[in-house]
């Protein structure tokens, strides 16, 4: 693996909590021997069969990160492209008002003429009483002021317009740029694409008969079975330390919300708990929720991320502790947004759909775990 899952989760149980280092000298050095023995256990089996699985933990490693920046670079250019329309919507405000300021103008000239376009000696020289005289200069004054007003606002109209011109053109020679780099890193992504469809065939290749797949799909559940017996006896005993900080408590305990718990994503599920899986010889452990690629994977409830990386088998992998000797685990994603030791919220985004560790189609598998024993989702899920 590109990291050996087991120095993975020791890191991840000290960062549970940072009461953590509190605990027991002797749990803590039991702890640190079961992985150890884990590891080592590990070893031996990756390193018997291990070639093309590695080859595939490459390919969609590398895809994960590529699609990463792919979300990032369309982010860009969406920010880019809003600032664009921003800057044009200005513009044509700008040149609305510069037509009718260049219509006033004109109506201003046009009046001005009818007038004569007399100085204010000339004008008082032809009126007949002073009366007369007085009002007529403040008219002509109040339509020279306007007059120089319009014609100010006409020329600070075309220069913002001169001064959005160079901005536009500069957002979009950005945006070019930053459309060529999206390009690139489609290109990539779709080359290892294609090196993961290869993989896949090397690996259905090598398990073309059924007793390969049950026997290569019994050692990946053995494997899961282990880090999640770990994760329980780790959270167990570090729980049980004098200063640990529990789970932050955002409403009702786990053991509570049977039922009511909402789903991981939206879609329908292809695979129900307890179903057969190679012609019967095993059982679901938990549900596969068809559902588009990218979509967001929610968490179900708050807890704490306990696994966050790569695992044989189940691909991007999160578990969740919930506390109470109940845990959640997400397989098959396609990128993670959480890492081990963060806390989360109920509803909140920790992953989004994928088809890693070797799935064909996008999905999402969703396991509920009690005291390290799978347990039925649908008794907890909210009903569609």
């Known amino acids: 693996m590109k990291k050996l899952f087991c120095l993975s989760l020791l890191s991840m149980m000290l960062a549970i909590s940072p009461s ?74 700008l040149e609305k008002a510069r037509a009718k300021q260049q219509a006033q103008a004109a109506e201003q000239i046009r009046a001005a003429y009818q007038l004569g376009q007399q100085p204010q000696f000339k004008v008082f020289l032809n009126q007949e009483s002073p009366e007369r005289i007085s009002r007529m200069m403040k008219y002509h004054s109040y339509f020279m002021a306007a007059h120089a007003e319009k014609v100010k606002k006409y020329l600070d109209t075309i220069a913002q317009l001169n001064e959005l011109e160079p901005q536009i053109a500069q957002k979009t020679a950005e945006l070019n740029i930053i459309k060529e780099e999206m390009g690139k890193q489609q290109a990539s992504l779709q080359e290892a694409q294609a090196q993961r469809k290869q993989t896949l065939a090397k690996i259905n290749t090598t398990i073309s008969n059924k007793d390969k797949a049950l026997q290569d799909m019994l050692e990946d559940r053995r494997q899961l079975q282990a880090l999640l017996q770990k994760v329980a006896r780790a959270s167990t005993s570090l729980a049980a330390a004098p200063s640990y900080v529990p789970l932050p408590n955002a409403g009702e305990k786990f053991s509570s919300r049977r039922g009511r718990l909402p789903w991981p994503t939206q879609g329908r599920i292809t695979h129900g708990f307890g179903s057969s899986q190679v012609e019967g010889q095993l059982q679901w452990n938990g549900v596969m929720i068809g ?92 009903r569609a």
């Open 20 to 93: 953590a280092l509190s605990a027991d000298k002797d749990d803590m050095e039991k702890l640190q021997k079961d992985i150890n023995d884990l590891q080592k256990e590990l070893k031996k089996v990756q390193g018997a069969r291990s070639n093309v699985q590695q080859e595939l933990q490459k390919n969609e490693t590398q895809m994960s990160e590529l699609q990463k920046k792919v979300e990032k670079i369309q982010q860009e250019i969406n920010a880019q492209n809003k600032q664009i329309e921003n800057l044009n919507k200005e513009r044509g405000d």
């Open 291 to 382: 559902a588009n690629a990218g979509q967001q994977v929610q968490a179900v409830h708050y807890g704490r991320v306990v696994f966050a990386d790569y695992f044989r088998g189940q691909g991007l992998l999160v578990i969740i502790d919930h506390g109470e000797g109940y845990l959640s685990l997400y397989a098959h994603n396609q990128n993670l947004f959480k890492k081990a030791g963060d806390a989360v919220k109920a509803g909140e985004a920790i992953a989004s759909v994928g088809n890693t560790g070797g799935q064909n189609e996008a999905g999402l598998y969703f396991e509920i775990r009690y005291q390290g024993k799978a347990i039925n989702p649908a008794d907890w899920l909210a």
